[in-house]
């Protein structure tokens, strides 16, 4: 079976713009966690969605949001890029909501210049 | 507040000798515990967890990892280890509903 998949791979903009990331969860996962991961330190949480609905948010501002569509693929949205965005966003899937076993993909490298 | 810490931020040994990796985490409730790996530009593995029973938890690669509750601690473990086995780990603690929460990460180097 494929794994977690996400889209772009590396992916450039600038301060201000908007960027859409990607995630297809393993076939049977329901939840999609997203994460980013600045250089150098652990994955932090930024939003679990379980069946199309936001089950979980991290602390992370209003210009982050997400979605989870009717196959349970999901996009990360972030508006007004910071260049304290740059960073590699994880995505997790796994087949219950909660701390069930996550699997994660290979990420998104965002860099805003 | 829940959290994870991995006191090494880098740890080096030689091919072939063992490996401890420590974690310590912070959680009020009977934590649900991971350990992932990591190599350069890549996602994240798993390699073991901790929901409950046996303390001693056997994960691929031929890691274990013990749960020492008095100790809140999950450190992870290798008897041998190769070259292949350089790359950042991780601790992880499921924190309530839906999220986890890493530490910063140990970076394994290896010397032949």
């Known amino acids: 079976d494929a794994g977690v998949t996400q889209s772009p791979t590396h992916l450039i903009k600038t301060r201000g713009q908007h960027v859409t990331l990607r995630c297809s969860p393993i076939s049977g996962h329901k939840s999609v966690s997203w994460y980013q991961q600045v250089l150098g330190q652990g994955p932090q949480f930024i939003f679990q969605?379980?069946?199309?609905?936001?089950?979980g948010r991290g602390n992370f501002p209003d210009r982050f949001s997400a979605r989870q569509f009717p196959n349970y693929s999901s996009e990360l949205n972030v508006n007004a890029l910071l260049l304290g965005d740059s960073a590699l966003y994880l995505c997790?899937?796994?087949?219950?909501?909660?701390?069930?076993?996550?699997?994660f993909g290979p990420g998104t490298r965002l860099t805003v210049l | 507040a829940q959290s994870v810490t991995q006191p090494d931020i880098h740890i080096t040994v030689s091919e072939g000798a063992s490996l401890e990796l420590r974690c310590n985490y912070s959680y009020g409730a009977t934590p649900y515990l991971f350990w992932y790996v990591q190599s350069p530009g890549q996602g994240l593995q798993l390699l073991l967890k901790y929901f409950s029973g046996d303390t001693l938890v056997q994960g691929i690669k031929g890691f274990e990892a013990e749960f020492k509750r008095s100790q809140s601690s999950f450190n992870l473990r290798k008897p041998s280890v190769h070259w292949s086995d350089a790359a950042e780990y991780f601790c992880a603690v499921g924190a309530g509903v839906s999220k986890i929460i890493f530490g910063k990460g140990t970076r394994l180097h290896i010397l032949p």
């Open positions: 997790a899937s796994s087949r219950g909501e909660g701390t069930d076993t996550q699997y």
């Open positions: 969605y379980y069946e199309k609905e936001e089950r």
